[in-house]
């Protein structure tokens, strides 16, 4: 039997949802991974970019990674978060 060597993340498309729309949607989405697992969120909502570390810090996951991409007409944030325990 061959060993997985990679995991996959799941991705969330939030884009053009408002606070507090892209955390109750990463919420749900993480509590369908199991601890360890990884949710990539992508979104447009400016307050995400303070929503998102006290949504993690508070829930008891790791943000790993926040990634704002600027090319576009709207400013894009890429959050990957890490669910906890």
């Given at each position: 039997?061959?060993?997985?060597?990679?995991?996959?993340?799941?991705?969330?498309?939030?884009?053009?949802?408002?606070?507090?729309?892209?955390?109750l949607?990463?919420?749900?989405?993480?509590?369908?991974?199991?601890?360890?697992?990884?949710?990539?969120?992508?979104?447009?909502?400016?307050?995400?970019?303070?929503?998102?570390?006290?949504?993690?810090?508070?829930?008891?996951?790791?943000?790993?990674?926040?990634?704002t991409n600027?090319?576009?007409?709207?400013?894009?944030?890429?959050?990957?978060?890490?669910?906890?325990?």
């Amino acid at each position: 039997m061959k060993e997985k060597t990679h995991h996959e993340i799941s991705e969330l498309d939030a884009r053009g949802l408002i606070c507090p729309l892209p955390v109750l949607r990463a919420r749900k989405a993480l509590m369908s991974l199991h601890a360890g697992e990884m949710l990539r969120v992508f979104c447009t909502d400016p307050a995400a970019a303070s929503d998102f570390p006290a949504f993690c810090s508070s829930a008891g996951h790791v943000l790993v990674e926040t990634v704002t991409n600027e090319s576009g007409d709207d400013p894009e944030l890429v959050f990957l978060i890490q669910r906890g325990g």
